[in-house]
């Protein structure tokens, strides 16, 4: 399985980003994916999960201002993160998770940066 994000770049304080993650397979083979996020000298945090029945959560930073999403016909998770601020900054990254019996298996992305800044 390959994920691949996209759609990081350099914007304002208050901007508008969106983010896309492309699955190799079908996503609703997962069990959930996520987006997660590693700043400078932080550790890596969770940032927003959807499971395959369609539930979303975020962490409480970005509630309400960021929007999981998916579209299964391009295989595809979005993050749309408005009013993004200066502790936005980070590389974001697309994981999933899928059962693999007897067990489970994690997949992650690249990466991609997203930087906020005036």
């Known amino acids: 399985v390959q994920l691949v994000e996209s759609g990081g770049g350099l914007v304002q304080p208050g901007g508008s980003l969106r983010l896309s993650c492309v699955a190799s397979?079908?996503?609703?083979?997962?069990?959930?994916m996520d987006w997660y996020r590693r700043a400078p000298g932080k550790q890596r945090e969770l940032v927003a999960s959807i499971t395959a029945g369609g539930t979303t959560n975020y962490a409480t930073s970005v509630k309400g201002r960021f929007t999981v999403s998916r579209e299964g016909e391009k295989n595809t998770m979005y993050l749309q993160m408005n009013s993004l601020k200066p502790e936005d900054t980070a590389i974001y990254y697309c994981?999933?998770?899928?059962?693999?019996?007897?067990?489970?298996?994690?997949?992650w992305g690249q990466g991609t940066q997203v930087t906020v800044s005036s």
């Open positions: 397979e079908n996503i609703f083979s997962f069990l959930f």
């Open positions: 994981h999933a998770r899928r059962v693999v019996v007897p067990s489970q298996r994690d997949y």
